[in-house]
């Protein structure tokens, strides 16, 4: 049994052209908001709480989370006043978190990634990353490490050809977060540099879709249809 934290803060304009001002986790995929998605492979997978972070129209996805009831784990939701930085919502929210370690990923991205198996590998760690090969790797921040998986860097995106990604899944805990002073950071960079060296890389291979431009939405659309 884990807990998870669900980034859902953004404003998602990059999509605008086809979400009409809806958050981009609760586009229709399948006939279901995109996060619902996430949600039931997380309690498939034995999660017990899951804290969403949220921003942008935060009220109304309260609302429609409450009512449409979609999965049975215990769903908890923080709101930023104002935007805080993906480091600084995963800050806030720990205080939502009664375990020690959980498992953070972003309301907008779907992989087939085993979180029960990613936990119990890496939850006595203070941080860990999935990282998903993938054979176009150019929208994504590419993932280096060294024969053990241990990270050893990280690039932004524009990386031609397949690489290993960071798949914006992580395992993190909580004290490791509360150690940075600032409350508005960014986690890609200002927490995860933090941890080159250090923080474990577990790779895993098979589909990954992020909604976060039309065309991949789109995709995502046939994919769960």
Not at 60 to 80: G, H, M, R, W, Y
Not at 138 to 151: A, P
Not at 193 to 204: H, I, L, N
Request: hydrophobic share 40%.
């Amino acid at each position: 049994m884990f807990e998870a934290v669900i980034l859902m803060g953004g404003f998602g304009t990059r999509l605008n052209s086809v979400s009409n001002g809806v958050p981009k986790s609760m586009m229709p995929v399948g006939g279901e908001p995109f996060v619902y998605v996430l949600l039931k492979k997380l309690q498939a997978a034995g999660c017990k709480r899951v804290v969403f972070a949220l921003h942008y129209k935060a009220d109304e996805i309260i609302k429609q989370i409450t009512a449409d009831s979609p999965v049975n784990c215990e769903l908890v939701f923080v709101t930023e006043e104002t935007p805080l930085g993906t480091g600084g919502a995963l800050k806030f929210a720990t205080k939502s978190v009664s375990d020690e370690s959980f498992i953070a990923l972003n309301g907008d991205t779907y992989s087939n990634l085993d979180y029960a198996k990613f936990f119990n590998e890496t939850m006595n760690s203070e941080f860990a990353i999935a990282g998903i090969s993938i054979e176009s790797a150019e929208r994504y921040g590419s993932l280096y490490f060294d024969d053990d998986h241990v990270l050893t860097g990280i690039t932004e995106k524009g990386i031609l050809g397949s690489a290993v990604i960071n798949s914006g899944t992580y395992l993190i805990s909580k004290s490791a977060l509360t150690e940075i002073e600032e409350d508005v950071f960014s986690f890609e960079e200002v927490f995860i540099p933090r941890y080159f060296g250090k923080a474990k890389v577990s790779v895993f291979e098979g589909d990954f879709i992020d909604i976060g431009i039309p065309k991949d939405y789109h995709l995502a659309c046939e994919y769960f249809q």
